[in-house]
């Protein structure tokens, strides 16, 4: 507390070694990061919040890390980032929001942020406990969470026990090549979100959004999201346990495109005994942007299921920062056509020093 201020403050740093294999895979050392800062005080009758959420993830390159079947956004503004996750922007979040109790068990509120995250899909991969540890992104990050980076946002919302409806106008642009800075567009896109929480350890939510042009490199492409997801929480023996189950599905349409391409996931951590992390992820997407435009395999839908587990050995403390040890393995499951690019089963590695605060 500072006066009538609560604060608070997290984050990780992960030194990473990647490599991926087969004919299409790289490897590379690089850092991921992501500082939060929170602030929250009594305003009137409800309260007021302002947040902050950074990330030095720019310094690894616009091209991001090597990840095998990962798509999505540019890293030059004129071809798509193929086999490799985008690096984040430095500005993450920037946003307020307030917040008035409405009888015993209810309450209606405010946000907005620039950049912020709109009221669409389940809490994004590097916030909830059960994908935060592992420091791979998921394939279904453009499927289910890709918005939780927006310049430009506006929700308005309510909450009645355990049941909570917002709804977002916000730029649906995706963020471009350029990471440092802060971009500035019309609201052209919307999302609604229906959360229920019937009990301390379930949260679920379902989710539409109507995204217009959030590719920059196909701006007549419009998006028309659908998410519905369920997380569990418990409290072990050996230490906390989560495990999510989501799903989504992008609707494409534009001149000479409609499609529909769905993706899910199940992912899990489990703490035990506050030094050792165990985590995996099993999941499938529907994608369509493995190759460029022009080859014979342009366009061409393909199922790709990955499965990756992991495990970090927590190993000393230094004030409030944790650090840990861990290495992950993964393995990709796709068609045979694909074996001549990509290799039978190729194989993700990542070996990585962990700083959580």
Do not use: C
């Not at 403050?9 to 490897?27: C, K, L, M």
């Not at 917040?99 to 946000?111: I, K, M, N, T, W």
């Not at 790709?304 to 990709?332: E, M, P």
Request: proline fraction near 7%.
């Amino acid at each position: 507390m500072r006066g009538d201020w609560m604060l608070m403050a997290h984050g990780f740093v992960n030194g990473i070694y990647d490599r991926q294999s087969g004919p299409r895979g790289d490897e590379k050392w690089f850092t991921e990061s992501m500082a939060m800062l929170m602030a929250q005080r009594p305003l009137g009758q409800g309260k007021f919040g302002l947040r902050a959420m950074l990330s030095l993830d720019p310094t690894m390159g616009k091209s991001g890390y090597p990840l095998l079947f990962e798509t999505g956004e540019t890293a030059n503004g004129t071809t798509p980032l193929v086999d490799r996750q985008h690096p984040h922007d430095a500005f993450m979040e920037l946003s307020a929001s307030y917040s008035l109790p409405v009888g015993r068990d209810s309450a209606v509120f405010v946000y907005g942020g620039l950049p912020g995250e709109p009221a669409l899909g389940p809490s994004a991969f590097m916030h909830r406990f059960s994908g935060m540890r592992n420091p791979e992104a998921p394939l279904t990050h453009h499927w289910l969470d890709s918005t939780h980076i927006t310049f430009g946002v506006l929700t308005l919302g309510g909450s009645s026990g355990p049941w909570k409806f917002e709804a977002s106008s916000f730029n649906g642009r995706e963020p471009d090549q350029n990471r440092w800075d802060i971009e500035t567009r019309e609201f052209d896109s919307w999302s609604t979100r229906l959360s229920f929480n019937p009990t301390a350890a379930w949260s679920m939510q379902v989710s539409y959004g109507d995204l217009k042009s959030p590719e920059q490199l196909e701006p007549d492409v419009r998006v028309r999201r659908l998410t519905a997801s369920a997380t569990y929480q418990a409290e072990t023996a050996a230490g906390p346990w989560q495990t999510t189950l989501a799903w989504g599905q992008n609707h494409r349409s534009g001149p000479d495109v409609s499609e529909r391409l769905p993706g899910w996931l199940v992912e899990s951590t489990l703490v035990l005994h506050d030094k050792h992390t165990l985590f995996g992820r099993f999941e499938q997407v529907l994608n369509n942007e493995l190759f460029e435009a022009g080859g014979p395999l342009a366009g061409e839908s393909f199922r790709i299921r990955k499965l990756s587990v992991g495990y970090i050995q927590d190993f000393a403390r230094t004030g409030d920062v944790r650090w840990g040890l861990g290495a992950l393995v993964g393995r990709a499951f796709a068609p045979s056509a694909l074996d001549p690019h990509y290799g039978k089963h190729p194989t993700s590695t990542m070996v990585f020093l962990q700083g959580r605060m």
